[in-house]
């Protein structure tokens, strides 16, 4: 069965940091790209940071470059990503995704929910 489980989300202050989890199981981890995806109320959900099998290669939104770093643990099929400098418009619910090869689809994980208020 496979799954991917996030965790971290939480309620931030504006300027406030947190670092989400995603933890995976059921498949070969470490030969998939790994996504990070967000979707705030009302919005498509949009693409938040990305990284290669083994880690070498990442890319971010621009929304998010210099704020967000995202990264893996092979050996603990883990994907993580540490947000800095959290704006309001930063919170929505955050998923991780597993793609697959071909783009018709992937792997998902059930959301945390991440809000920014003061």
């Known amino acids: 069965q496979v799954q991917l489980v996030e965790s971290g989300g939480g309620l931030v202050q504006p300027g406030g940091s947190l670092r989400l989890s995603c933890t995976a199981s059921?498949?070969?981890?470490?030969?998939?790209?790994m996504r990070w995806y967000r979707q705030a109320p009302g919005k498509e959900r949009e693409l938040v940071a990305s990284?290669?099998?083994?880690?070498?290669?990442?890319n971010y939104a621009d929304a998010m470059k210099g704020r967000f770093t995202i990264s893996r643990d092979n050996a603990k099929n883990t994907m993580y990503l540490q947000m800095n400098n959290l704006k309001p418009e930063d919170t929505a619910v955050y998923y991780c995704?597993?793609?697959?090869?071909?783009?018709?689809?992937?792997?998902w994980g059930q959301g945390t929910q991440v809000t920014v208020s003061s």
């Open positions: 059921g498949f070969t981890f470490s030969s998939y790209t």
């Open positions: 990284i290669g099998p083994r880690g070498s290669a990442t």
């Open positions: 995704n597993a793609p697959f090869a071909s783009s018709l689809g992937g792997y």
